[in-house]
Nanobody, 123 residues
Framework: VQLQASGGGLVQAGGSMRLACAAS????????MGWFRQAPGKEREFVAA????????FYRDSVKGRFTISRDNAKNTVYLQMNSLKPEDTALYYC?????????????????WGRGTQVTVSS
């Protein structure tokens, strides 16, 4: 499975941005999907995850109420809508796909990773 993330860029604090992650796999609907991020000098951290069915969603506490993960299986794409962005959201954002279909906060549950898209939030 190849994953291509897009939609990153520079935005002012309080602004919005939508990331998209397109998958090459025709069986995309069977995969649990997640978004992770890594800021300079920090470890990669979980952001949001969505099960294959879409029935289970996880968010890290600091993005709850601001970020929304969704998927469009017809387009083999998962999205991350980010609102009320803060400077501390600045990071390289990665999407990941897990063949176990669960979509969990653990990066161990993901088999495939995209190359990342940079999100920079200015204060």
């Amino acid at each position: 499975v190849q994953l291509q993330a897009s939609g990153g860029g520079l935005v002012q604090a309080g602004g919005s941005m939508r990331l998209a992650c397109a998958a090459s796999e025709r069986t995309f609907s069977r995969y649990g999907m997640g978004w992770f991020r890594q800021a300079p000098g920090k470890e990669r951290e979980f952001v949001a995850a969505l099960s294959a069915s879409g029935g289970t969603i996880f968010y890290r506490d600091s993005v709850k109420g601001r970020f929304t993960i969704s998927r469009d299986n017809a387009k083999n794409t998962v999205y991350l809508q980010m609102n009320s962005l803060k400077p501390e959201d600045t990071a390289l954002y990665y999407c990941a796909a897990g063949s176990n279909s669960l979509g969990t906060p653990s990066d161990h549950d993901y088999d495939y990773w995209g190359r990342g898209t940079q999100v920079t939030v200015s204060s």
